[in-house]
Structure formats: C-alpha cells, structure tokens
C-alpha cells in the first residue's frame, strides 16, 4: 500500500518559555516491510540539531525552539510504502541485542495476576511462534479498549485490574507477559492505517514487538488482534512507551503545558 | 566567564557590602544607647535603625519589643534575619566557595576566614562579646577582603563584575542610610537643624566612618545641605552617590571594553551618573530628599536588573 | 586464627629498604612536634577548604577527612608492576565497553554470559551501537588495589565512570612537600603534580571529530552542595577550565553550548561528575534537574564526547569484575599482571551455598553498592549481625557477591598513643585517551581504627600521601 501521513503536534504553555528542546523519532523504520517515498519532520520555528540512527536502529533527531516560546508545533507529513509481512520485522539493522529486552522497565513490572494470564495462556501453545500468539489473544481479552479509561503513565498491572485501555496499555500488558513466558519484548510506536470511521483515534498507534527465535522480532497488535501489516507503519521502539515516544520534550519556564494532536493517515491509489 | 560564576562574583561583593552596612547601623545604634539623653528616645532609636536595616518585621516576629540585647543578636547572628551579619558572610563564602576557581588564594581565605571566626565567634558565650568588637571585626574582615581583592585578582571581567556588585549594593545602602536619617528619624520639618538632628547627622556619619573626613572637608556647622552634599554629590566621599555610580560607570565600562560590546546597562549606568552630575543640592532639597532617594534607589535596582539580564542571567545571545 | 598481616615498613625488627630513612624521620620527631604538624596539616586543609560531607550522616558538612603525616611508600621495582598491570586493566575494560556496544564478540564466544551484560541496570541501550572517540569510553580509571604481601597485590575493585579522590593525592602531597621539604630532599620522590594537565590533555584528545581548533572542555558538577564539590572546582582550576552545572549549558543546532557573559560558547568534552541517569532527561530519569535536555542526541550525532561515556558503568559492576581476567585474556591476548580476588557470585547456588556456610570468614557486599555501605566483614561481626545480613542474601541472592577477608597490608600510622600500624589500600588513577597514562601515585586509604579492614572515609577512614620512589 501507499500510505500518507499528516501528523501537527502542538504544545502549548500557559505562559512564555524560556525555550524548548526535544528528540523527535519520527521517521519510519528502514526494513522490507516499509520504505519511505518521502518524508519530511519540521518544527516550526525550531533549530535542528544532531541526526543519528541509534543502536535499535531508529533515526533520532534532536531539535531546538529559542524563548520566549508560547507554542511548539511538530509537523510530519509523507508517503510510505509498505508491504505485508505478518509481523515480521524482515530487514531491519540494529545493535542492541535481544537479551537486552528481557527486563521489565516501571510499566512492564508483572504482577500475580499478569503472572497468572502468562502462564494460563502459554499453556497449551505448540510452538514459541503459537505462545507469542496465544499471549496477544489473551492480552486483548482481558483488556477491553476503551479510550480514556487509563493515563500516560497506567502500568500494564493497573490496566489488567481495570479491564480497559487503550492501545499503549495492551503493548505494555503484552510486554509484561512476554517477559512472563520468558521472552524479550518491546514497546512499538507507529501510525496505523484504518478505514473505520472509529480507527481515527488510533492513527498514531502503538504495538509490542516479541523476539521468537528463528524468526526475529515479530510485532503483534493486541489491541486490534492481529500483526501489523501494510497498514502500518514502525517508526521506533523502546523498552516502553515512555521510551519509544516519537516526541520527547521539554521546556524549561514556570508555564504549563497542553496539548493538541492532529493525525491523518490516508491510502492513496497506486 | 560563565554567567553563573559571573553572578556569584556579583553577589560576594553584595553580601560583603550589606554585611559592612549592618554592623555600621549597629554601632551607630550602639553609640546612640550610650548616651544620657538616650531616655525616652532610645527605643526609638533602635526602631528605626530596624526599619533602615529592612528588618523590623522580621525583628518584631521572633522577638516582639525591641530590647538591645536582641536588636544586636538579630542584626548580627541570626540566620533567620537573611540581612544579618551572620547571613551576609555566609552567603558570600558559600558564593565563594561556589567559584572558588575565579578566586585567588588571598581572597578565598579572606572570605574563608571570615566565616571560620564567624563559627567561632557563635560558639562564645555572648555575655563575653561587646558590640563594638562585634562591629570592629565586621569591618577588619570586609576591609581585608577588599584589601585581597585589590592586591591580588586579576583585572579581568570577574574583577569588574565584583566591582559592580560592591558599587551597586553601596549606591542602594547609602541612600537606604541617609533616607532613613531624614525620613524615619526626624519626620518634623521644625527639628531640622536643632541640636537633636545635628546629634543624629554626627551619628550618621560615624557610622559610614565619615565625620572626620566630613569636617575636614566642610568645617564648621553640620547643616542638611552639607550633609546630603557629602554623602550624595561628593567626589571624595567614598561611600556618596555619585563615588559608587561613578565606580559602576567604570565596571560596565571596562566590561564593555573586554567584551568589545556593549549593552542596554552602560548606557543606563551612564545615563544615571550624568543626572547626579547635573544635580545640585538645590535641586535635590526642591525634589524633596526623600523623593530624590526613593527615584535614586529605584534607578539603582533598575540597573542592576539590567546587568542581571545583561550579563548574569545566561540569557545574552 | 590469628591473620598475619604483611606489614609493608617492618620485617620483624628489620625496615624494609624502601622506608629506611623514614625511620630516622619518625625516631626523630618528638612527640610534640608531631602534634603541632599535625594541627598545622588539618589548619592547612581546613583553609584550603577540601572537606567532605558524609553521605546520610547530617552533622559538619565541613568535616575534614583524616590526614595521616606517615607516608607510604612503593619502590620503582613494585610500581613499574603495578602500572603495567593497571594500564593493562584499563585497556581491557575499555575493549570490552568497546566491544559490548558494539559486536559483543566477547559474549558471542561464550567468554561471558549475555545476562550479566545485556541485563545489567548499567548497560545503556542509548548507547549501542556508538564508536566514541578513539574507541574509549572509561577515560579515568580508578582501580582499588590491596596488598597482602612483599609480591601479593590483588584488585578490589575497577571504577570505570567517575572515581573521586584524585584531589586528595593532589593535595597530600602538597601539604607534606609545604611541611616537610627535607624529607622531599633527602627521598627521591616521583611527583604527581603533572596529573591536571594529563587529565586535560587526554580529555582534549578524545574531542569530537567535529570540534575545530582547541577543544573546549568542561567539568560539569551536580552543584555545589554534593560531597565532592570541592574536588570537582579543584580540578577544573587545575586545568583551567570551566566548572559548570547543568543549567549552565544548553544545547542547539547539534552542539552543546555553556552560557557566558559574552554569550553562547560551544563545549567541546564534558568531563562529568554525575550519573548516567541525570545526564539528559529527555534520554534518562525525566525528573532530572541536574543535566542538559537533549545532551544525548548531540552526544550520539558526534557533537560533544563525554567522559566517561554514557554506560561505561556495565564494566565496573562486581558481577562482571569477576570476568576482568578473561577480558585481558580474550582482548589483549596477555595473562593478567594484576590479579583478581577469588569471588564467589551468590546468584549463583553453588556460591551462595559456599558463602551461606562460610559468612564469618568472608566480607559480603551489595552487587551495586559503593562506599562501604552494605558491606559485611565477616570476622569483625557480631553473631546477631551476621544472622541479619544471612537473611538479606537469602531474600536477594543475586544483589551480592562474597570474598575471602583478605589480609590487608599495614603501614606505620600517627595515633594517639604514637605510631601503630594501620590497614591501607591504593586507588591509583589512570588516564585513557590518545595514550594510557599513569602518574606515579595515588590515593593511599587508611583504616584510623585499629584492627579496622574498612578504609572509606565514609567510615571513618583516613588518607595518607602516596610516594614512589625515584632509581
């Protein structure tokens, strides 16, 4: 599929800043389920700085805006062209070696009960692909979507004992499972493809990635039950959500800060 | 330098400066309560010498009635008073210690020593400690500071950001001094030149180590217009206006030579010192000394807010 | 059973070559000289201002450590072993950081398990991946040395990311040369006053590629209020650079930037006294107030070097010391010059068994722990003492390692009854840029108390002057 992007993040504070600086992961994965045709990450008013691929292979740009600043606006827009590979991350360069995504991270931590859905899942799975399966199938039984019923910083635990979340609370309950069963996961932030009127919320997405030996990374959507296919695009990963955000931020001023997010994701025609 | 360095240079001198000015009130508060006439006056006395210090509230909170004992204890060691003696040399060694590597040896162990003997002095019994030895340490230890800060630092931008930071806080509390002398003490226009305001003018001036150099350079009768002469337009008096103006002048003026530029502050510094230069008493006593001063100490924190945005705050581009 | 303890002055009623005429000094110094050398020495300090506040302790934040007038003493023949064997070291730990972030050869050939690297807290996933300058990314190297006989010097402990007390060294021998020229006179004594212009020099040798002319480095502090403040301002004045915090640089354009009267000017090598986790907040701990946002990605796109490199911790971790000599081994392809103390890993139940059975015999510390904190010396304890730290191994095996108590050597020290022999230790400092460099000295540590084997100034330990002598 083609896919395009419009993506406008703005911040803005309650009074002026002194200024602002932040570290964008914003452009899509390279490997042979995605290839950018074009790509273009901008904020407004700002100073770029140093570029660089870090050592999970995703390209990091940092990015400068000089005070006094009332409003920052992040602005993505491109074309991306993916193909399906059920999951599996086919191609892509990296460093860090799995094993160093066996540990929970605050989100992840497990509790008995995330304990307890690991071990009944994995039960009975043929294969480690099958266990990796059965733990999103059960993750996303357990936890029903529903927007607004968890925060920014709801751990996989919390969000099991609710029952509800959001996207970013299955990657986490997925991850903490994962690590449960004895694999190394990781937190997947991306854009997400969907033609259902209810998709819009979920344009920019986030997903869990599992290694299963053999195969490699493999990512699973537990919130949509499924793997990520041409519908998707992998912009970068992290232990959890709070590592792998596209935009990571801060201003230094005694303002406070909201926030606006406007995504767009769009299939053109060949 | 660092802008941050470059303002804890600033600040040194401010404390040191401020820390001098207090003990000065407090041997002039001294001086007043050895007096005979003292009598009914003599509360009095110490009361304003509260409120120049800026501390009345602060005083009136922990202590209530104000007792010399613990006027002398509050202005001079207590550390909840941020304007005490105590306070000042702290702040300034913990400043010091901070840019320790702008410093020479000589000046670290000024200020260094100053605040060892401060922990010493603590630590005796107060019964034993007589004011005018609290007084007199006070100013041999700002003196020999002053004294290591000429011998020893280099000429360079730290030297004048110091500089800046002892003419600017000397400006303020000369004309804090004589405001309060003219305002708070003596309100009615009818004891101006009576034998009590002349007692306080002398006081005055020997708390600011003037009155010999006040007579020598005036003789004869201590009137107002001497007075506010001395201690604001003349170029010899080394604690007057237009000495400590003149002094931030040359401080930003140097800095701006260094720096090969210039910026919003010398202009106003500049701006400051001709209008002290085109005044004559005359004109201060037609403005009304206290409207004079009160637009004086204005004017000086108007400049010091622009030497903060200048130079201090690390916001220059 | 009573230790033998090598006593590095005495062999029985014999002095040993080394301190021979430190005999005549100290059988000539009346008692109250001493004293009044002594009192001369900590006035001295106390002026210069080299305090140090203890950790959790509250109390004198201006408390000296305790300076010991007796000085050791290592013959050029003893000292040329342990440099070797300490650039050795340093070498072989900043191949494996190389080597960890990058292929992990050591770990594909089976010479160290992947779980004690990849999920160290001290690994940095942030810099995978990443060549800084010349390959180095521990630029200081502190490595704790003891001694337990004329030929017997075993490693404690490495310390990869910012080992402390160099100013100490410094300043020991300062005050001794200021109170005892003869002494410098008659012993031909190895100065160590070259170390600030090394450390600058090997500091500028590991700028970015990226940097132009003369290489603008910084200390960059926590503040003024941290334990080793003094140490931090005392060594940028030593070099001549700037001691900054984190406030006072910033970054734009790819580049860092310190904040000046004379505005914006580009910082080049950060030599930092704080921890990874407060480096950046925007990569690290995001409540941090100490560090520069967005410092990481100019430091991964090659705008600034930091030293040590963000992540070098995962090299001095008392899990994977164990694994130094197989680095020396695997990467240089030379037997260890310095050896390691037998340790036994209580994660591991073999271990744990061994040192649940032997507690009283063994010193017992906390995998991450430093400082002396959380530190069992078997023999010194009480029985109730050993049950409790008994119980904390039991609940959390892999948090501690175990070590036989070494039989720490013993120099002369001044104590109040006169002079008595004192356990002691050696941290010397080596530098790693362009070229491995080591000045000849250290810091020599000295437990005050007597029969004492803890020699942290936390605890109550002393420093000593460190000489080596000249041929």
Redesign the interface.
Known sequence: MILTVSHATTYRYSAPM??A???LRLTPSRFDGQAAREWQVEVEGG??????????GDR???W?V??PVREVTVRVSGQVETRDLHGVLAGHR????A??Y??ASTPTEPDAALVALAQEAAAGASDALDRAHLLAAAVRAAIAYRPGATHAHTTAAEALALGEGVCQDHAHALIASAHVAGFAARYVSGYLFSDAAAGAQEAAHAWAEIWVNGLGWIGFDAANACCPDDRYIRLGSG?DA?EAAPI???A?GPGSESLEVAVAVGASQQ | MLSRTAENLFWIARYIERAETMARLLEVGGRIALMPQAGHGYRNEWDSLLRASGTASGFAQKYGDPVQRNIESYLFFDRDNPSSVASCIEKARENGRIVRTALTTQVWDALNAAFQEMRALERRPRSELELTQLTEWTMRHTAMLRGAIDATLLRNDGYHFLGLGFALERADNTARLLDVKYYVLLPRVDLVGSGLDNYQWQTLLRALSSHRAFHWAYGGEITAGKIAHFLILNRQSPRSLMTATGEAVGHLDALALAYGCATPAQERARRLLRQLETTSVEDVFEEGLHEFLTRFVQDVGGLAALVQENYLSG?AR | MAIEFFNEMYQGSQVRAPYARLEDWMRAMPAEFRQMKQAEAEALFRRIGITFAVYGEGGDPDRLIPFDMFPRVFTQVEWHRLERGIKQRARALNAFLLDV????EIIRAGRIP??L???NAA?E??????TPPRGVYSHIVGIDLVRTGPDDFFVLEDNCRTPSGVSYMLENREIMMRMFPALFRENRIEPVDGYPDLLRRTLASVAPAKCEGEPVVVILTPGHFNSAYYEHSFLADLMGVELVEGADL??????VWMRTTEGPKKVDVIYRRIDDAYLD???FR?DSMLGI??L???Y????VSIASAPGAGVADDKAIYTFVPEMIRFYLGEEPVLQNVPTWQCGKPDDLGHVLDHLAELVVKEVHGSGGYGMLVGPRSSAAQLEAFRARVIANPGNYIAQPTLALSTTPTFVNEGIAPRHVDLRPYCLVGERIELVPGGLTRVALTDGSLVVNSSQGGGVKDTWVLAE
Do not use: H, N
């Open positions: 002194r200024g600086v932040q570290s100073i770029r700085g140093g570029s660089f691929r870090d050592g999970a990091v740009e940092g400068s000089r005070g990296e460093t860090v070696p094993e160093a066996l540990c232990r709070q990571k931020g801060l230094m | 916001e | 972030y990058g292929r992990g992947a779980r690297v990849y999920q690994y996933r942030a810099v995978a991946g990443f910033f970054v734009e354009g790819g580049f907040p925007l990569c995001p946002a967005g990481m990605d100019v991964r796109s090659g705008g």
